[in-house]
């Protein structure tokens, strides 16, 4: 995380993938006291978020297969499980909806199902539906 001169926001760059950088000694170095990023980053999977994203509470259905992996290896601190049949559990995290989380959501596959918010179950149908468009044959 950085704050720029002329940015209004704070900036998330990965340093992984900077090839290149320029040492500038006549500038002054000033350090960003603006947010606490333990705290900025708590509510998240991930590192993608702006300032004013908010956490939303994300339930989610796992087949009783998978629930195991994900009771072990919790999605996120705040994980509590809501409910528990003979064929689905059902978990509840309180994150902010972004590109990392989905992709988590979408590397369980068939085994879960989004069942809120209403906005993260469009968005993951939606890269669902475009997925199996890849696979359709003419």
């Excluded at 085994?111 to 199996?132: A, D, H, M, T, Y």
Aim: charged share 30%; aromatic share 10%; glycine share 4%.
């Amino acid at each position: 995380m950085c704050k720029a001169k002329k940015w209004p926001g704070i900036l998330n760059l990965a340093l992984d993938r900077i090839i290149e950088f320029q040492e500038l000694p006549n500038e002054v170095f000033f350090a960003y006291e603006g947010i606490d990023f333990d705290r900025y980053y708590s509510d998240l999977i991930g590192v993608t978020k702006s300032e004013r994203d908010r956490a939303q509470k994300v339930v989610l259905e796992f087949t009783n297969e998978h629930a195991p992996y994900v009771m072990t290896k919790p999605l996120h601190q705040s994980q509590v499980v809501l409910n528990q049949n003979e064929k689905t559990t059902t978990f509840r995290i309180d994150v902010v909806l972004n590109y990392e989380l989905e992709r988590e959501i979408l590397g369980f596959g068939e085994c879960v199902r989004v069942l809120s918010p209403r906005l993260l179950i469009s968005k993951i149908k939606g890269r669902l539906e475009q997925n199996f468009k890849q696979y359709e044959t003419n």
